[in-house]
């Protein structure tokens, strides 16, 4: 399986500032995606993050607001902006092996918007 | 519309009282179904993939099963340390997984 490392892996933030969270796996993968989870639900695709092009977005979520970079194969960044307190969730990286098919997570960033 | 859903919602056992978690799912195709653990705060934990009807997975006090409309999570002799959210979650051949709302499961010494 991935060795998936996140960071932060919690922060508090003021409204209306911008937090960017990291993601490295210590392979190569194709498929590397980003999840919201908010408090007491399950997990929600934001966007699929492609590498050399611009990530793919699931309705409800917009570029301007979630930017993501896929500068390599092992690494992503996910950008919220302009903080709301709705936009406190934890934030989970995975990627699909592309071996297995299998799909597994970060420990997740935690993100409080005060 | 793929849609996947959990039964119970929460779950409370005695030590060593055995139960099952239902992932019920309708979708227009599997290519797998998976199980994951998920502890308060933290990311899933995979657990197991089922491919396909009447295939089985275990590992340690927790076995998986799959039939063609559902999936159930057996376990075994709970301990708590069992305790967490349980996810299923379905690759349906599409962009990405759809996954099930969990099953909180408390299992009390």
């Known amino acids: 399986s991935a060795v998936i490392s996140q960071k932060p892996s919690r922060d508090i933030c003021q409204r209306g500032t911008s937090l960017t969270i990291q993601c490295q796996v210590d392979?190569?993968?194709?498929?590397m995606f980003w999840y919201r989870q908010q408090p007491g639900q399950s997990l929600t695709l934001i966007a699929t993050?492609?590498?050399?092009?611009?990530?793919?977005?699931e309705s409800g979520f917009v570029i301007d607001k979630f930017p993501i970079s896929r500068p390599n194969l092992t690494f992503s960044t996910l950008t919220v902006s302009n903080m709301s307190p709705e936009d406190s969730s934890i934030y989970l990286c995975s990627v699909l092996s592309d071996w297995t098919g299998e799909l597994f997570f970060g420990e997740g960033s935690r993100l409080t918007v005060l | 519309e793929d849609q996947v859903t959990q039964s119970p919602e929460a779950l409370r056992l005695q030590e060593g009282e055995s139960s099952s978690l239902n992932c019920s799912y309708t979708v227009s195709g599997l290519r797998g179904l998976f199980w994951y653990r998920q502890d308060p705060g933290k990311g899933p934990e995979f657990l197991f993939t089922l491919y396909s009807a009447g295939e089985e997975k275990e590992k340690e006090r927790l076995k998986a099963t799959l039939t063609k409309k559902e999936s159930f999570l057996h376990i075994t002799a709970p301990k708590p340390e069992d305790s967490a959210t349980y996810l299923c979650a379905v690759d349906n051949y599409g962009q990405n997984f759809v996954f099930g709302p969990g099953t909180r499961l408390s299992v009390l010494p």
């Open positions: 392979s190569q993968v194709t498929m």
């Open positions: 993050a492609n590498q050399g092009s611009e990530a793919t977005y």
